[in-house]
């Protein structure tokens, strides 16, 4: 069983900065595509961002473009999600998300991402 770790989630104010982090213990980073998903209380989990495995394509949903920047070290074994301008409608549990394979696109379906972290509670206040 492949356990994602994430860290970074916290209460931030409104127009400030958080970053995630999430790596895959003991196992070959850079066949991994990442993606980060979150879910607020009473919705749907959605995607907010994703990369491919070697960090060439990235994608966001149209909410957090702008503000937020997924990116990955391979060699340290780590995927980021950087969040600026952070609003309250962000408040979610952020979970990581991996796809195993040199996939050259990002998928936003999370049924395509067979392994998950625990997710990290982002609280932004107003």
């Known amino acids: 069983q492949v356990q994602l770790v994430e860290s970074g989630g916290g209460l931030v104010q409104a127009g400030g900065s958080l970053r995630l982090s999430c790596t895959i213990p003991g196992r070959a980073f850079g066949n991994y595509a990442m993606g980060w998903f979150r879910q607020a209380p009473g919705k749907e989990r959605e995607f907010v961002a994703g990369i491919t495995w070697s960090g060439g394509i990235t994608d966001y949903t149209d909410s957090v473009k702008g503000r937020f920047t997924i990116s990955r070290d391979n060699a340290k074994n780590m995927v980021y999600l950087q969040m600026n301008s952070l609003k309250p409608g962000d408040t979610a549990v952020y979970s990581c998300?991996?796809?195993?394979?040199?996939?050259?696109?990002?998928?936003?379906?999370?049924?395509?991402?067979?392994?998950w972290g625990q997710g990290t509670q982002v609280t932004v206040s107003s």
């Open positions: 998300a991996a796809r195993r394979g040199t996939w050259s696109s990002v998928s936003s379906r999370a049924y395509d991402y067979s392994y």
